[in-house]
Nanobody, 128 residues
Framework: QVQLVESGGGLVQAGGSLRLSCAASGRTSRPYAVGWFRQAPGKEREFVAS????????RYADAAKGRFTISRDNAKNTVYLQMNSLNPEDTAVHYC?????????????????????WGRGTQVTVSS
């Protein structure tokens, strides 16, 4: 059974940083791609960043470009989201998602329906 477990969320002041982790288990092969999404209260879930495991190709939402970095660790089967220069608009539950089958396109998937497995989320709160 596939499990995705997020960690690293918390409360941080504006301008601060957090590193989220997403640990995958339950499959012998690596995921094809892992994505990070977030959902703020009263808002729809939105894409943040994704990474394709085979070549570390990445995709970022405009709000994440220049501030966030997604990476993966083969040995730990873990994907990280380094978030810098956080602001109150980044406050949300952050979820990681994964798919094991290939997805066509030069960039890794960037939409929720393109992922098959989801974690339970980790809360990120940025105070002003």
């Amino acid at each position: 059974q596939v499990q995705l477990v997020e960690s690293g969320g918390g409360l941080v002041q504006a301008g601060g940083s957090l590193r989220l982790s997403c640990a995958a288990s339950g499959r012998t092969s690596r995921p094809y791609a892992v994505g990070w999404f977030r959902q703020a209260p009263g808002k729809e879930r939105e894409f943040v960043a994704s990474i394709r495991w085979s070549d570390s190709a990445t995709r970022y939402a405009d709000a994440a470009k220049g501030r966030f970095t997604i990476s993966r660790d083969n040995a730990k089967n873990t994907v990280y989201l380094q978030m810098n220069s956080l602001n109150p608009e980044d406050t949300a539950v952050h979820y990681c998602a994964a798919r094991w089958s290939a997805w066509p396109g030069q960039a890794p998937p960037g939409a929720g329906y393109q992922y098959d497995y989801w974690g339970r989320g980790t809360q990120v709160t940025v105070s002003s």
